[in-house]
């Protein structure tokens, strides 16, 4: 793994920084359950029997049993009608005790995602993705009431990790709504000097080698080489590919958007693929969870 003078990445334990979280955020929902007889609620809601789908649910419904968090569990079918998905998001936003609504994407083809993501209220859009949230992010000045979840975890492992993101240039690779998008803005907010590169850049890796800060979050397996990245860089890997692997029972491993090995011998610090962004994605949405109950609750 090390490079031939020795060098070798500081790695950066998602897992063990999501877990820390997840106690911290454990011991605020106690405190609230004593001092108020009140838990966060957070409602998820499928529709359909992806795989992929449903394990990521059940695993933020496990995540919420152990942080003391009341789960509402919301199983439609793929056929179901966007009127009705609506009426349940309705029915949702008007309970007191579920602080936080989340639609597992992505929906069925049948139905309008912007619309149906637009109708969660605002006080609960524990995803972040609702379009004033998003819209406030993107203002100076402003403060979203949350922020997605993945990018939020982004700059958490940054911090965690003793990170300073304030005059750093920052690349991020990929322009999605969910990651690429809000990261960017997030990094802004933080004062860095932000570069977004997608498919249309010319170039790619000479941008990509002058970053203090790469974010890679464009869903192409092991796509940013170690020669791309400049000496001691912070990358985080937002990337899940799977990759045929004949020497798994599965048949595929996980790997990220970033030669991890490669970039081991050049970064100063790397996420791994899977154990770095991914577990922060959950803690990130029981953290905006119990940050929606505060700030009922406390009122």
């Not at 789960?71 to 056929?79: A, G, I, K, R, T």
């Not at 922020?147 to 920052?170: N, W, Y």
């Not at 996420?271 to 119990?290: E, H, I, R, Y």
Request: net charge neutral; aromatic share 4%; with cysteine.
């Amino acid at each position: 793994m090390a490079s031939p003078d020795g060098h070798k990445a500081s790695i950066i334990d998602g897992k063990a920084i999501a877990q820390a979280i997840r106690s911290e955020i454990a011991e605020e929902v106690r405190y609230l359950s004593e001092k108020y007889g009140k838990v966060p609620g957070l409602a998820v809601v499928i529709v359909g029997n992806r795989k992929d789908s449903q394990s990521y649910v059940s695993m933020k419904r496990k995540a919420c049993a152990e942080a003391g968090i009341k789960s509402f569990d919301v199983d439609l079918p793929e056929q179901v009608l966007e009127s009705e998905l609506i009426g349940k998001v309705h029915e949702l936003n008007a309970l007191p005790d579920v602080h936080g609504i989340l639609v597992q994407l992505p929906l069925p083809k049948h139905i309008n995602e912007e619309k149906v993501l637009s109708e969660i209220s605002l006080e609960k859009d524990v995803d972040g993705f609702h379009p004033l949230n998003i819209g406030k992010l993107a203002m100076k000045g402003r403060e979203p009431l949350f922020l997605p979840c993945t990018p939020k975890g982004c700059l958490e492992l940054l911090s965690r990790s003793g990170i300073s993101v304030r005059g750093k240039k920052a690349v991020v690779v990929g322009r999605s709504n969910i990651v690429g998008l809000p990261v960017s803005l997030l990094l802004l907010k933080a004062d860095a000097t932000v570069t977004v590169v997608h498919s249309h850049t010319q170039d790619p890796e000479s941008i990509i080698r002058d970053a203090d800060i790469v974010i890679a979050a464009a869903g192409q397996a092991m796509m940013i080489k170690g020669s791309w990245i400049k000496p001691g860089a912070a990358v985080i890997d937002v990337g899940t590919n799977a990759v045929n692997d004949p020497s798994r029972k599965s048949g595929y491993r996980l790997v990220g958007d970033v030669d991890f090995q490669e970039a081991c011998k050049v970064a100063g610090w790397v996420t791994p693929v899977p154990g770095g962004v991914g577990p922060m994605t959950v803690a990130m949405l029981l953290k905006n969870t119990l940050d929606g109950a505060k700030r009922v609750i406390e009122q």
